[in-house]
């Protein structure tokens, strides 16, 4: 049940686009369609699910205080590495989205195809580093690191797939042209995030 | 001379990274609540864009094309190390309020994309430069919204009260939206609205 909690809490409570404005480039940049908005989306999904659990694992066992003591021994008991972790989550990042593209690439290139070029974009989406930091600073376990990763990339996905299918529709309407393109695409995430925000305060 | 300028002073309205290259868009945006947020996270940028633009500027030609994605992002973590430590160590209720947003400059797309889009390309002080510019550009539509949701949404500017007691006692209210994150969407959005109408090149034809 807390696992069902934190799923739908990072999901729709505090969506990362919608509600804490992370991984807008791409959100903006890459919802024209529905079809490329589904393969980002699913990617995103994948790369949060595998990189916040490795994070908590290297903040638990390397870089929090004290963590080095059973590898190094006592003398180490107060060595903190937490003001590396920025540097070495984003390599971790890097390193599992080149990893993921690899395996995916080999297993099936059919999946591949599909989202070919936008894995390597998502090494520099907002959402992914989000999601590590935010998992730190809540202080979650291995096992909810994995389900609040799932949940985040979820929540993405969401709502890249929804602003791109409002975006699709849009294109018949009449929008004043100042406003076409991306005045437009601003507006919609806003109303979107009101929307998601009406969400705000259930407890499951 | 005027190259330089141009530098300078495009991003700052005809190529601002925010509302016409769409870079940037992610972290800053739930930190413009009042001015002095916005302008501690400007500064910060300019001083990353700026730095890490130099740097990558003069190693371009010793940084092997296929790592280069990691060979920036290590030379932006380390800047925004650098920043995050100062912050905590200087301003530290603000680094409290900024909190992870702070880090995610790392993934800040301006830097990345100028240091893709220019400092690949061209020589260290042009860089700079082109750093400085648009790290500014980015610093000045933050600042705006901070001011506009710190304005209507406390009714203050900088922390003082500007909007006088009387016509609160008149049933002025402090408008609600202003407070929450979402507004400076609607804003953003709204200065594209204004920006492209004055300049019709920058119309999306599409």
Known sequence: MEFVNIFVKSA????MVLIYFLGMCSFLAVSKSVKTAVGLGAAVIFVLAITAPINWCVREFLLK??????????????????????IIYIAVIATMVQLVEMIIEKYSPALYMSLGIFLPLITVNCSILGGTLFMITKEYGFSESIVYGMGSGFGFFLAIVGIAAIREKLKYSDVPAPLRGLGMAFILTGLMGLGFMGLMGIKL | ??????????????????????????????????????????????????????????????????????????????????????LKAFLYDLSKELSVFVGLIITNCI?????????????????????????????????????????????????????????????????????????????????????RSRDKELVDIS
Do not use: H
Request: charged share 10%.
């Open chain 1, 65 to 86: 205080e004290g963590a080095l003591a059973p590898i190094l021994g006592d003398a180490y008991a107060e060595v903190s590495l937490e003001f590396l972790g920025l």
């Open chain 1, 12 to 15: 729709f409570l505090e969506n």
């Open chain 2, 111 to 195: 830097v990345m994309g100028r240091l893709e889009a220019f400092a690949m390309g061209n020589k260290p002080i042009p860089a700079l430069l082109d750093g400085v510019g648009n790290g500014m550009g980015y610093a000045i539509i933050l600042i705006i919204v901070g001011a506009i949701r710190e304005l209507f949404g406390a009714g203050q500017l900088m922390g003082f009260q500007v909007i006088p007691e009387a016509v609160y006692n008149f049933g002025y209210e402090n408008n609600g939206l202003m407070v929450l994150p979402i507004s400076s969407i609607f804003l953003i959005g709204i200065i594209i609205w204004i920006q």
């Open chain 2, 1 to 86: 001379m005027s190259d330089t300028k141009k530098l300078l002073v495009d991003p700052l309205s005809t190529n601002n990274p925010i509302t016409v290259q769409v870079l940037g868009v992610c972290s800053a945006l739930a930190v413009t609540s009042t001015i002095a947020n916005s302008l501690v996270m400007g500064v910060a940028v300019i001083f990353v864009t700026a730095l890490a633009n130099l740097t990558i500027s003069l190693l371009r030609n010793l940084i092997p094309g296929r790592i280069r994605m990691i060979v920036q992002l290590v030379v932006i973590a380390f800047l925004v190390t650098l920043v995050s430590i100062f």
